[in-house]
């Protein structure tokens, strides 16, 4: 069975940075694409980056500019790198595998204003 393990969440003021991983057991991870996604409670769940098994990366317009999904095949980890946060960043972000279709349990961001 897939399990993904999100971490690296926390509180953080405007501006400021934070890197979340996701390390991934159960599966071969170098066979796995891997997304990450974010929800505000009361919104649908939103897509913010993917990379593909060969490290092709995608990102919403909305985002582009200031988030960067990296992975750690020898690690079985996915990053995502955030800078610039703004207090709309605040939600819990989760990874999944696109691949097998398995979520992390999520990672709480609160950016302070």
């Known amino acids: 069975q897939v399990q993904l393990v999100e971490s690296g969440g926390g509180l953080v003021q405007a501006g400021g940075s934070l890197r979340l991983s996701c390390t991934a057991s159960g599966t071969i991870f170098s066979l796995n694409a891997m997304g990450w996604y974010r929800q505000v409670p009361g919104k649908q769940r939103e897509w913010i980056a993917s990379?593909?098994?060969?490290?092709?990366?995608t990102y919403p317009d909305s985002v582009k500019g200031r988030i960067t999904i990296s992975r750690d095949n020898a690690k079985n980890t996915v990053y995502l790198e955030m800078n610039s946060l703004k207090p709309e960043d605040t939600a819990v972000y989760y990874c999944?595998?696109?691949?097998?279709?398995?979520w992390g349990q999520g990672t709480q961001v609160t950016v302070s204003p």
């Open positions: 990379i593909s098994t060969s490290g092709i990366i």
């Open positions: 999944r595998s696109l691949s097998s279709g398995y």
